[in-house]
């Protein structure tokens, strides 16, 4: 399964001039936990909720400081056409749960550690889907 087949949704992103309050104001209007950073269309960062309490409020960094002081600059990324596994490579290696997709230098979204599991549930399910039809209606293979 490609990296490309698991991307849910649209990735949200700041400009690394917003603010550490704008950031956590456009986590909570997506519902979101991490943003990626883009300064014009180039990918710069990424930034956490967590990113936001440990390197901003507990360094005493104000709400109006920039997000480029707490993010994680030139963050892993990886290839929506890689296969899957090099993604579940990299977050075992990495020990973070949201990687960056690229379609060459483009941004095409985050793969998280859940879409991940979703997109082995939704392949686990194409491939039952057959067996269980079978059993269902009583057929032997």
Same mark, same amino acid.
């Given at each position: 399964? !490609? &990296?490309? =087949?698991?991307?849910?949704?649209?990735?949200?992103?700041?400009?690394?001039?917003?603010?550490?309050?704008?950031?956590?104001?456009?986590?909570?209007?997506? %519902? $979101? %936990?991490?943003?990626? $950073?883009?300064? /014009?269309?180039?990918?710069?960062? &990424?930034?956490?909720?967590?990113? *936001?309490? $440990?390197?901003? +409020?507990?360094?005493?960094?104000?709400?109006?400081?920039? +997000?480029? +002081?707490?993010?994680?600059?030139?963050?892993?990324? $990886?290839?929506? &056409?890689?296969?899957?596994?090099?993604?579940?490579?990299?977050?075992?290696? /990495? /020990?973070?749960? !949201? *990687?960056?997709?690229? =379609?060459?230098?483009?941004?095409?979204?985050?793969?998280?550690?859940?879409?991940?599991?979703?997109?082995?549930?939704?392949?686990?399910?194409?491939?039952?889907?057959? +067996?269980?039809?079978?059993?269902?209606? %009583?057929?032997?293979?």
């Amino acid at each position: 399964m !490609r &990296i490309r =087949e698991c991307l849910r949704k649209a990735p949200v992103t700041v400009s690394p001039r917003a603010s550490m309050a704008e950031v956590a104001s456009v986590m909570a209007e997506y %519902g $979101v %936990g991490a943003v990626l $950073v883009l300064d /014009g269309d180039a990918l710069v960062g &990424i930034v956490t909720d967590r990113d *936001l309490v $440990v390197r901003g +409020v507990a360094a005493r960094q104000g709400p109006a400081a920039m +997000v480029e +002081v707490v993010m994680t600059a030139r963050p892993v990324t $990886v290839q929506g &056409i890689a296969d899957l596994d090099e993604a579940v490579a990299l977050f075992a290696k /990495g /020990g973070f749960r !949201r *990687l960056p997709v690229l =379609e060459d230098d483009q941004l095409a979204g985050m793969l998280t550690v859940d879409d991940v599991l979703l997109g082995g549930v939704d392949f686990m399910r194409a491939v039952l889907a057959p +067996v269980l039809s079978e059993a269902s209606s %009583g057929r032997r293979p």
